[in-house]
């Protein structure tokens, strides 16, 4: 553990060369050893990124630039490195695996070969030895049929394998430093948790000094040796696992930690005699293909889904990627029409009404999007596009910006916000203003379709926290997709667990995320990231049952 | 409430669009281009006040002469001033450039976006968008002249429908994936009517890519005009337009190169000059190529 394999040294990094430029790595300083993982956690913005790719030297050239400070790796300088020996010294000496691994490949070569490259531009190895090693490092990360896999295009691959497809290709050169960033990020948590064991198994086998960076607190539970913690291009702190998550010594660590949500849920809710606001009965969607020659595919990405939800009660739908729970709400909401099953909204059935018809109901059930930078039109105006609903619905215009005003102060923004742009505010003040606007309408019901998903974990507990508040007051009742059991377990009443397409489990929260009855939802929760830890209290979930 | 002040996310940041004519001078040659073209329209505008003749007035005793104090460029073979029909030949160059550009594009991004949003209008109007740009567009203005007579209004229809099509696919290009946009769909939910979600939500997405393909559309209507007086499709021979001007002196070019010289260079100039404030109007409004020059947000 004592050998330093990477040497971060008051690195700073600044946007162009001139004296003057603002510093986005601002005298960072960290240090990963032999076999250890240093995980590098922080918000969005925090440099966490920039860190990692000065050390590739995969800096955007000319306009992020290192100024100051030394990156040793093995004892020897990077940031004076010339270009070729970089060139060299990624892939034999550190290597680097990606978010995203569909974009990371090359979707017109089989993967095999996108390995073999690694192995031919750095060893003088003939083909035979190449395609031994290749298949021996598939095997390695555990992938199933390595023949067939090795002359597959990367989009035959499911995502999980695509990123196994990586890290043999980081790794088949056994290269000291591995630089993960965010690579979980993009995957169901069932795969997540197979990816981090598979890193975790392989730098135990190899020797190997991973750098991983990541937003994700349950992540870092799961992995870290050590953790530093950056915010704002700074390191904030830096310790042991345990150091950092029982004894933060730094008020922004103590918050990120506080806003992490519980896996436990909240206490619950007492039962309501509430009327039923919605209800889908038997909701199907299945989407047809027909092809040149007339044969048609059919893919259902919904069946028999029967929901039931009170007024002022929130209705969990988790799932991973492709189980249906989006599908369900853009029927529900009729943003897509559902092929079977019936949707009834305050006594209405409007599974079957015309685009016409539908239109006075529409204002009775709102939705607010996962992507806060594309659910706001760039060009209109916040009080603009508050009021639209409102004018649509036949209030006069003064009278609608003038309760866009109040709606802004609701959600906790200045009423002046009203005539700003979107691209002026944060995603999570963005989030607010679609909120906003959902809620401009009085619907009986909101979708949040992963409305907090794309926002870092101290905005997100204050949306959730707006969003509990907004039901308090108003009595709307929510529906709420998520892949995130944590943030389901803190807002939701009841939960339905989703898996292709069907509800597999349904039930108040409490029961079904504490003692679920499906194999499935036990498979989810086992998963789930840092399930061991109760972050909010700085201990382990054993301690807070034993109390 | 501290944590709100966070640094805000690294994502790109979509600027809402703002018509600025900053780019108009971005380089020294946009600059100048920009400049050619300013003198050219003035010289247009104001052509009754700058040209030192009547273009239109024979005068067989002075054919062909050089040039001189009196006739700055000389005359052609009908003892007509050249600058004053060079001078006047700009009007109908722009008249007609201008004018496709904006009808064009006014019918293409109806076209286009009624295309985009129904899908039954779509397979029938691409088809005929498919057709229409099949046919060449040289051989379709001559045919609608021929067939009803050289006017400034037949040769602008004429150059004007093959342009439709391109305009009309790129804004159906541009509303097909606009409308996919979470935005979109958030005023679908709030109730907002086709109408409203079009010119609203849609509309404002083709301007910047309307403006590029508007500034093409006018030089290559510029140079059909061009072509088709060249070839005595166009407008009526005494009427001055640089394509006329470049034809008559065609037969004279071997006495006096000038005759042709002149016209060809303005109708360079010009054509250059609209296509390089098209390139930098493209490079100013793409998000794409503004993140090339300036690197990460």
């Known amino acids: 553990m004592t050998d330093t394999v990477l040497d971060i040294r008051d690195l700073v990094v600044s946007l162009g060369r001139n004296a003057g430029a603002t510093r986005i790595i601002d005298g960072v300083s960290l240090d990963v050893g032999r076999r250890e993982t240093l995980c590098v956690v922080g918000e969005s913005g925090s440099g966490k990124s920039v860190t990692s790719l000065s050390v590739m030297g995969l800096l955007q050239k000319g306009s992020l630039v290192p100024t100051g400070g030394s990156i040793r790796l093995v004892g020897e300088e990077l940031l ?111 795969t997540q948790k197979q990816i981090l064991t598979l890193i975790r198994d392989l730098q135990r086998d190899h020797g190997t000094a991973v750098l991983f960076i990541t937003h994700d607190m349950g992540v870092v539970a799961e992995i870290a040796d050590r953790v530093a913690v ?60 027909r092809s040149f020659l007339g044969s048609t595919r059919e893919v259902t990405a919904a069946k028999d889904v029967t929901l039931i939800l009170r007024k002022g009660r929130t209705l969990g739908i988790v799932g991973e990627s492709g189980s249906g729970k989006s599908t369900v709400a853009r029927c529900i909401v009729r943003l897509i029409d559902p092929t079977s099953g019936g949707i009834r909204l305050a006594g209405c059935e409007i599974s079957e009404l015309s685009r016409r018809l539908l239109q006075p109901h529409r204002k009775k059930i709102q939705i607010v999007f996962q992507d806060p930078y594309r659910s706001l039109n760039p060009r209109v105006t916040v009080g603009e596009t508050i009021a639209e609903g409102p004018i649509n619905y036949g209030t006069p215009r003064a009278e609608a910006l003038e309760k866009a005003r109040e ?29 906003a606007r959902a809620i401009a309408l009085d619907p009986d019901v909101l979708v949040a379709d992963e409305a907090v998903s794309a926002l870092d974990v101290s905005v997100q507990a204050q949306v959730l926290e707006l969003l509990d508040e907004i039901q308090g007051r108003l009595g709307i009742a929510l529906l709420f997709i998520t892949h ?64 | ?51 030192p003749h009547d273009p239109l007035l024979l005068a067989p005793a002075q054919r062909l002469k050089p040039s001189s104090a009196e006739f700055l460029l000389g005359t052609d073979a009908y003892g007509r001033d050249l600058l004053s029909r060079i001078i006047f030949g700009a009007r109908i160059s722009l008249l007609i450039g201008v004018g496709a550009a904006i009808v064009s594009v006014g019918i293409g991004l109806v076209i286009g976006l009624v295309s985009g949003f129904f899908k039954w209008v779509d397979a029938v109007m691409m088809r005929v968008m498919d057709g229409l740009m099949a046919i060449p567009a040289i051989l379709l203005a001559i045919a609608v002249v021929s067939l009803s007579g050289a006017s400034v209004v037949t040769v602008l229809v004429a150059i004007t429908i093959p342009e439709i099509p391109r305009v009309a696919r790129l804004v159906r290009a541009v509303v097909l994936s606009a409308r996919e946009e979470p935005y979109v769909e958030a005023a679908i939910s709030v109730g907002s009517g086709l109408p409203k979600i079009m010119w609203r939500h849609l509309m404002p997405n083709t301007v910047a890519p309307l403006i590029v393909q508007g500034t093409y559309v006018c030089a290559s209507a510029i140079l059909t005009e061009a072509i088709l007086s060249f070839l005595g499709a166009g407008l009526s021979p005494e009427t001055p337009t640089w394509g006329n001007i470049i034809a008559e002196g065609r037969s004279y070019f071997q006495i006096k190169p000038s005759l042709i010289f002149w016209p060809g260079l303005l109708l360079s100039i010009t054509i250059l000059s609209v296509n390089l404030i098209g390139d930098a109007a493209r490079d100013a409004l793409d998000p794409r190529m503004k993140q090339r020059e300036g690197g990460k947000a």
């Open chain 1, 80 to 190: 004076t490195a010339s270009d070729r020996r970089m060139r060299q010294l990624r892939a034999t000496r550190m290597a680097m695996i990606f978010q995203e691994p569909m974009t990371a490949l090359n979707p017109v070569l089989p993967v095999g070969r996108q390995i073999d490259e690694v192995l031919r531009a750095h060893t003088d190895l003939d083909a035979r030895t190449r395609r031994k090693r290749i298949l021996d490092m598939m095997d390695q990360v555990r992938l199933p049929e390595i023949e067939r896999i090795f002359a597959s295009y990367p989009h035959k691959l499911s995502g999980g394998q695509r990123q196994r497809i990586m890290i043999a290709m980081a790794l088949v050169l056994e290269p000291k430093l591995l630089i993960a960033d965010e690579p979980t990020t993009a995957l169901d948590v069932t």
């Open chain 1, 484 to 547: 995130d059991l944590r943030v389901a377990a803190q807002i939701c009443d009841d939960v339905a667990v989703m898996q292709h397409g069907r509800i597999v489990e349904q039930g108040p929260a409490g029961e079904v995320l504490t003692n679920p009855k499906q194999a499935y939802t036990r498979a989810l929760l086992d998963a789930a990231p840092g399930r061991g830890w109760d972050f909010a209290n700085f201990r382990p979930v054993a301690a807070t049952a034993a109390e």
């Open chain 1, 230 to 289: 950056m915010r704002g291009g700074r390191l904030v702190e830096t310790g042991s696992l345990d150091s950092i998550l029982r004894a933060p010594t730094n008020e922004y660590t103590r918050n990120l930690l506080v806003s992490v949500p519980s896996l436990v849920p909240r206490a619950p809710r007492p039962e309501t005699k509430e009327p039923v606001v919605l209800e889908a009965n038997d909701l199907g969607k299945v989407y047809r293909e």
């Open chain 2, 1 to 51: 409430m501290a944590i709100e002040t966070l640094p805000g996310p690294s994502i790109p940041i979509t600027r809402p669009f703002r018509p600025t004519l900053g780019f108009l001078a971005a380089t020294p040659i946009i600059a100048t281009a920009t400049a050619c073209l300013l003198l050219i329209v003035a010289m247009a505008i104001l052509a009754p006040y700058l040209a």
């Open chain 1, 407 to 435: 709606l802004l102060e609701l959600v906790d923004l200045p009423a002046d916000a009203i005539s700003r742009y979107p691209h002026q505010f944060s995603g999570g003040q963005r989030q607010r203003i679609a909120i």
